[in-house]
């Protein structure tokens, strides 16, 4: 069961319930990156509302720990909080976009205020924006941890988000 940080009921019945369940916890996704692609198209730039290092996960690599969970025994009742193999700023992961793609991109933080506005512009719930509000201020310690749970369990070190980046890198040139 891929879920988020914090359990709800669906994590509680399996825990109750007697099949074997195997919980992949992510903090952060490298394909969240695909939220900049029309901005880096349209104007070689990338906004975010805060800067704190992140070990974002690649999709293969929560991928191959799902198959792993699947098709190996040991894995009945683990919970696996699954991370990249480094923590970067979105200042760094645009530098290294901008690397796959052959462009200079330029990154501007955004203030609260900022945020909000361009989040109310694209017509986001308040929900969720004070959700993001609170992840750019105030993102949760785990987010910016490095965890060998990827090597761990599938054998071979996890995805850096410069691959991730090249393996992408169409999605973002015009």
């Given amino acids: 069961m891929l879920s988020g940080w ?10 109750a319930g ?7 916890r992510c903090v952060e996704f490298m394909a969240n990156a695909f939220d900049w692609a029309e901005s880096v198209r349209r104007e070689g730039v990338v906004r975010v509302f805060g800067n704190h290092p992140g ?8 991928a191959a ?9 040991g894995h009945a009742g683990e919970t696996y909080l699954l991370t ?3 923590a970067l700023t979105p200042e760094q992961r645009v530098r290294l976009l901008g690397a796959a793609i052959g462009r200079e991109l330029r990154f501007e933080e955004l203030s609260e205020e900022e945020y ?3 989040m109310r512009a694209a017509g986001v719930d308040d929900d969720l924006i004070e959700f993001g509000v609170r992840l ?19 054998g ?17 040139r015009n």
């Fill in 6 to 15: 914090d359990e709800t009921s669906v994590e509680e019945a399996l825990r």
């Fill in 18 to 24: 007697d099949l074997g369940w195997t919980q992949l």
């Fill in 55 to 62: 070990a974002v996960v690649h999709e293969a690599d929560i």
């Fill in 65 to 73: 720990v799902a198959v792993a969970a699947l098709v190996e025994d």
């Fill in 84 to 86: 990249g193999p480094e």
């Fill in 116 to 118: 909000r506005a361009s």
């Fill in 136 to 154: 750019g201020a105030e993102p949760p310690q785990a987010a910016s941890v490095v965890l060998p749970t990827v090597e761990r369990v599938t």
């Fill in 156 to 172: 071979r070190p996890g995805l850096t988000f410069a691959a991730w980046a090249a393996e992408h890198a169409a999605a973002f």
